[in-house]
């Protein structure tokens, strides 16, 4: 269970990270919010713990960047000040759980693991990127502007890219990596435009760009 820890006291980042790999975490303590935005460009992590009092940027301004940029990853905010505005701006902008200072070292460990564990079987059925979100389950695909549903085929292929946004695939490659060589190149380039009309649809921000034979996942320039 990675998490990053963003807290600018020296001091009680050094304890929690401590206790907190005493309890299984692999913790990246960072101390401000330029840094936490950095080490989230560099690396997966299953939650992330913001203090919202921290220089450069605060921890509401790095939510803000998080999930304007598509990062879904479970936020915990940490504040000293426990008055309800405080709470109401950082859930709204989207934190998943709140915690006021000073707190109980038990709580936040109980807290956390519950965070990645809804994650993480939220995580197994869900997909998202930019504007778009899949269901693997239900094959329901939406964006902000509309809805439909994938055929099984086609959301097991779009599940595939969004995995691998922004790397370019041939339909034989597609074919082997998705279906394990159980369709066709053929059949698979024509998934891959049924896939491409059915985001244009429902006015995705995101496109199927095709290449000389060679298909890339990309968020569509507005």
């Not at 990053?4 to 050094?14: I, P, T």
């Amino acid at each position: 269970m990675k998490v990053l820890y963003a807290e600018d006291e020296r001091q009680l980042s050094v304890a929690v990270t401590e206790i907190l790999k005493m309890e299984g975490f692999t913790v990246t303590p960072v101390y401000d919010g330029e840094e936490a935005l950095q080490a989230l460009e560099q690396d997966y992590y299953d939650a992330v713990v913001l203090d919202i009092m921290m220089p450069k940027k605060d921890g509401i301004e790095v939510l803000e960047n998080m999930r304007k940029s598509g990062n879904h990853i479970p936020v915990m905010m940490l504040t000293a000040k426990a008055t309800v505005d405080d709470r109401i701006t950082g859930l709204s902008t989207g934190a998943d759980d709140y915690l006021a200072k000073p707190f109980a070292m038990k709580e936040l460990v109980v807290r956390l693991q519950s965070l990645i564990r809804r994650n993480n079987d939220y995580r197994h059925s869900v997909v998202k990127y930019a504007n778009i979100e899949l269901d693997s389950k239900t094959c329901e695909l939406k964006s902000d502007k509309g809805s439909l549903r994938l055929n099984n085929p086609e959301a097991e292929l779009l599940t595939y890219l969004i995995h691998h946004v922004g790397e370019s695939f041939s339909a034989e490659v597609i074919n082997e990596e998705v279906w394990g060589g159980k369709e066709s190149p053929a059949k698979a380039e024509l998934y891959l435009y049924y896939l491409k009309n059915k985001l244009r649809q429902i006015h995705a921000n995101v496109n199927v760009c095709i290449e000389e034979d060679i298909f890339t996942l990309k968020e569509r320039q507005l």
